[in-house]
C-alpha cells in the first residue's frame, strides 16, 4: 500500500534533551494508526511536528510527499485537534463548525450534512446550546474539537488523546467513528491514547514510544492487548 | 496559614511574575515610567494649593481644593472600574487547603489596599497636606482631613468590587460625572460647592470624618460577605458566563472571502472582556482632540494639531492593530494548522481597522465646530490612518508575542509584556511620521500643503497595500514558530 505520512531520521532536541527521535516511520493511506507511551514520551510531540507547529532539528516528516516545514500544500487535506487551544471559546459550537467550514471550503449546507450524522455522538449537548464554548464542559468541548476536524473531507486526522474526558457511551460512539472513517472512506487516522484498551480497538496498528524513541511497531491482533499490558507493567 | 505564610505566597508572585524576566533596560524604563507617574503626583500635591491661589486669587484655595474632590471621587471611581481587578481569581487553591475562610478573605480585601491605585492618592494628597500645613492652616485639623481623605479613597477601592458584580451601577457613575462636568461647563448648576462642603467640614468640623470612616468600614463589611457567601467554586471564584448573543453579519459577506475573519473578529470583539475594553478606549479617543483643539497654546502649533488628529479616527486602529496576531493567540494552533493564508488573514484585520477608522471619522463630524481647517487635519489623519498607520501597526503586531488572555480585562499597569523596545520603535513613526508628513510641507508651503500632504501618504500607502501586507506577511511566516511557542506558553 502507498504510504501517505513519511518520517525520514526525525529528531527534535530542546538544548541537550533529545525528546524525539524516529529514523523511519510510515504510515500507509487509510491505516488508523495508534500511539501511545508514558508521558513525556514523545507523542504531542510528534504530532506538532507533523502538523508544523514546531521545527524538527533534523530530518523531516512528508505528508502524501510534501515536506510538511517547507510547503503549506498539506493543510487543505489534513486536519487536528490536539487540545483545547484549537478551539475558538467565544464562539457557539455552531458557529465553530460553520468558521471551520469555510476556511476548509466546505458549504453551510454541507457542513450541516455533516453534523446530522453525528447526532448520536453529540448526545444532544452540543448544539442549539445558546452556549459559547468556553462554558462548555471538558468532554463537550472535546466532542466539538473532533467533529470540527472531520468537515471538509480530510484525507489525514489527527487526533490527542481523543478518549480522555469522554463519558464511556461517547468513547464508544467516536471508536465507531474513528472505525468507519478509516474503512470505509480510507482516512488515515492518527489517535494517540493513554488508554491501551481503547487503542487496541480501533487501531490497526500501534507504535509504542517510550523517551522520543520507538520501541514497538505492532500490527493490531487478539494478543496485542496482553502484549502492550506487559510491556507498560514493566 | 498564617498571614506571613499569605504574604510569603504573594512575595513569590510578585518576584516570578513576568515583569523581573524582562530585560534590564525595560526594566528602567518601567521604572522611570513608575517614578514619573509618582512625581506628577508629588508635584500635583505640592503645586495644587498655589495653582488654585494664583486662577482664583480672592477665594480660598483649600476650599476650591475641597469643591473639586468629587471630580477624584467620580473620576478615580471610573478609572478603578476599568483597570482594578477584582482580587478573587486566586483563590480556587485555597479551597481545598485547611484555611479558614475569613482568614482568606480578610486578607485579599486587606491585600487591595496596597494596590496602586491606593498608593498614587497617597503620593498626592501627603505633599497637600504638608503644604496646607506650612500654609498656615490648624495641622490637627489638616490630619483630621487627610485621614477624611484616606477613608474616602479607601470606600472607593471597596465600592470599586462591588460595582464591578454590577455593570448599570457604573454607568451610572460614569452619567454622573458627565453631567456634573457638563452643567457646570454650560452654567447650568454646579455641583462642586455642594459636595465640597462635606470634604471642607472635616478640615472645619473634624467629625463629619466619622462619614468617610463609617463607610469604609460598610463597604468592607458588604465585600466581606459578598465574597463569604461566593466562596465556593461556582461563586465569585468561576468566572461569569456570559448570554449568548447573536447577530446577524451575513452583510459582511460581501466582503468575499475576507467576510469569514471579519464576522469572526467581530464576535470577538463582542463576546470578550478584553476587546471590549479596547472598544471603550478606542471610543474615548474620538474626545481626544478636545484637549488639543480647545487649548490656544495649539493654535499656532498645527504640528500638534495633527498628532491629536490622528488619534481621533485612529483610536480603535492603534490599539486593536497593535495586538494583532495576539487577538488569536488563545486558539493560535488551530489557525496555524487549518487552511488560511496569512494575506487574507492580515488584509481582514486591515480591513476592520480600515472600517473602525471611517466609522469614527463619521463620528468626529461634530468637530466642524472647531472650524474646517480642524475637520480637514482629520479627514487628512484618517486617511494616513488608513493607509500607514494600518500597515505599521500591524508589523509592530507581527513582532509582539504577548498572548492576550481575552475574557480576562487588561490589568493596570501590568501589561508589561506588550512593552519592549521594539513596540517602542516602532511607535515612533506612528507619533512622529504625521507630525513630520504635515509639518515640513506647512513650514515650506502652507497649511494647505501640510493637510494634502498627509492625505496624499495615505492613499500612497493604499496604493503600495498588496506590498505592504506581503512584507507583513514574510514577518509572519518567520516568526512562525516563535509566535506558537509564546503564545502556548502559560500565564
Known amino acids: 500500500m502507498e504510504s501517505i505520512i513519511d518520517v525520514q531520521n526525525l529528531s527534535k532536541s530542546y538544548n541537550a534533551d ?3 527521535n524516529i529514523e523511519d516511520l510510515s504510515i500507509p493511506k487509510g491505516q488508523s494508526f495508534g500511539l501511545v507511551g508514558n508521558n513525556g514520551a514523545g507523542k504531542t510531540t510528534f504530532f506538532s511536528l507533523l502538523l508544523d507547529l514546531i521545527l524538527p532539528s533534523t530530518g523531516h516528516i512528508e505528508n502524501r510527499g510534501i515536506v510538511v516545514s517547507q510547503s503549506e500544500d498539506w493543510k487543505p487535506y489534513t486536519s487536528s485537534f490536539i487540545d483545547e487551544s484549537f478551539l475558538i471559546g467565544y464562539l457557539t459550537a455552531e458557529e465553530y463548525f460553520y468558521f471551520i467550514g469555510d476556511l476548509r471550503n466546505t458549504s453551510k449546507a454541507e457542513v450541516d450534512e455533516l453534523l446530522a450524522e453525528f447526532q448520536d455522538f453529540f448526545h444532544g449537548e452540543i448544539l442549539n446550546q445558546k452556549k459559547y464554548l468556553r462554558d462548555l464542559s471538558k468532554g463537550n468541548q472535546k466532542k466539538a474539537g473532533i467533529v470540527a476536524a472531520l468537515i471538509g473531507n480530510p484525507e489525514v486526522v489527527i487526533l490527542d488523546e481523543p478518549f480522555a474526558n469522554l463519558d464511556p457511551t461517547t468513547q464508544i460512539r467516536l471508536k465507531k467513528i474513528i472505525k468507519e472513517l478509516s474503512a470505509k472512506k480510507h482516512v488515515t487516522v492518527l489517535v494517540s491514547s493513554h488508554d491501551l484498551m481503547h487503542v487496541t480497538d480501533v487501531c490497526e496498528r500501534i507504535v509504542v514510544l517510550d523517551k522520543g524513541e520507538v520501541v514497538k511497531d505492532i500490527h493490531t491482533s487478539e494478543q496485542t492487548l ?3 499490558e506487559l510491556y507498560f507493567e514493566q | 496559614m498564617t498571614t506571613t505564610q499569605f504574604l510569603s505566597l504573594e512575595w513569590k508572585q510578585f518576584r516570578r511574575s513576568s515583569f523581573f524576566k524582562k530585560g534590564l533596560a525595560i526594566k528602567i524604563l518601567m521604572i522611570l515610567a513608575g517614578l514619573y507617574f509618582a512625581a506628577i503626583a508629588v508635584f500635583g500635591g505640592i503645586g495644587i494649593f498655589f495653582i488654585f491661589k494664583k486662577a482664583i486669587p480672592d477665594q480660598d484655595p483649600f476650599l476650591m481644593i475641597n469643591n473639586y474632590m468629587v471630580y477624584w471621587v467620580l473620576g478615580d471611581l471610573a478609572l478603578r472600574y476599568f483597570m482594578q481587578q477584582l482580587p478573587v481569581m486566586n483563590i480556587k487553591p485555597m479551597l481545598l487547603l485547611p484555611v479558614k475562610r475569613h482568614a482568606v478573605i480578610k486578607f485579599l480585601l486587606l491585600k487591595t489596599s496596597f494596590s496602586f491605585f491606593n498608593i498614587l492618592p497617597l503620593l498626592f494628597f501627603i505633599p497637600l497636606s504638608i503644604v496646607l500645613m506650612v500654609q498656615g492652616y490648624g495641622p490637627l485639623m489638616v490630619l483630621i482631613w487627610f485621614i477624611g481623605v484616606l477613608a474616602i479613597s479607601f470606600s472607593i477601592n471597596f465600592l470599586n468590587f462591588i460595582l464591578n458584580k454590577n455593570s448599570k451601577a457604573f ?25 465640597g462642603v462635606l470634604f471642607y467640614s472635616f478640615f472645619e468640623l473634624g467629625y463629619t470624618i466619622l462619614i468617610p470612616l463609617f463607610a469604609v468600614v460598610l463597604l468592607f463589611k458588604m465585600n466581606y460577605r459578598l465574597l463569604r457567601k461566593n466562596f465556593y467554586i461556582d461563586g465569585a471564584v468561576k468566572a461569569k458566563k456570559e ?6 453579519l451575513e452583510f ?5 472571502t475576507l467576510a469569514t475573519f471579519l464576522k469572526n473578529d467581530i464576535k470577538m470583539i463582542t463576546r470578550n472582556a478584553r476587546p471590549k475594553q479596547v472598544l471603550i478606549m478606542s471610543f474615548l479617543f474620538l474626545f481626544y482632540g478636545l484637549i488639543f483643539y480647545t487649548q490656544d ?10 498628532f491629536a488628529s490622528i488619534f481621533v479616527t485612529g483610536g480603535f486602529l492603534i490599539t486593536f492593530g497593535q495586538l494583532v496576531p495576539s487577538w488569536d493567540s488563545e486558539y493560535y494552533k488551530l489557525m496555524m494548522s487549518q487552511n488560511v493564508s496569512y494575506k487574507k ?24 465646530y472647531f472650524g474646517w481647517d480642524i475637520y480637514a487635519m482629520i479627514a487628512a489623519g484618517a486617511s494616513f490612518n488608513i493607509g500607514l498607520n494600518s500597515f505599521i501597526t500591524l508589523y509592530g503586531g507581527a513582532l509582539n508575542r504577548v498572548p492576550v488572555e481575552l475574557n480576562q480585562k487588561a490589568k493596570a499597569f501590568s501589561n508589561t509584556q506588550g512593552f ?11 507619533i512622529l511620521g504625521p507630525m513630520l508628513i504635515f509639518y515640513v510641507p506647512y513650514k515650506l508651503i502652507n497649511f494647505n500643503a501640510g493637510i494634502i500632504a498627509l492625505t496624499l501618504s495615505g492613499i500612497l500607502g493604499l496604493i503600495f497595500k498588496s506590498y505592504f501586507l506581503n512584507f507583513i506577511e514574510k514577518t509572519y511566516q518567520k516568526t512562525k514558530y516563535k509566535t506558537i511557542a509564546a503564545f502556548s506558553e502559560k500565564k
Not at chain 2, 420 to 430: A, C, D, F, R, V
Open chain 2, 297 to 306: 497654546t495649539y493654535k499656532n502649533m498645527p504640528a500638534f494639531l495633527a
Open chain 2, 171 to 195: 454607568y451610572i457613575v460614569i452619567a454622573l460625572l458627565a453631567s456634573s462636568i457638563g452643567l457646570k461647563y454650560f452654567g447650568i448648576f454646579d455641583i462642586t460647592p455642594h459636595t
Open chain 2, 243 to 248: 448570554k449568548f448573543q447573536n447577530y446577524n
Open chain 2, 420 to 430: 519592549n523596545p521594539t513596540q517602542l520603535l516602532i511607535s515612533l513613526p506612528k
Open chain 1, 18 to 20: 533529545k525528546v524525539l
Open chain 2, 252 to 256: 459582511l459577506n460581501r466582503f468575499g
Open chain 2, 345 to 368: 488573514y492580515l488584509e481582514s484585520k486591515w480591513l476592520l481597522m480600515a472600517l473602525a477608522c471611517v466609522a469614527s471619522f463619521i463620528l468626529s463630524t461634530p468637530y466642524i
Open chain 1, 226 to 228: 496482553k502484549e502492550l
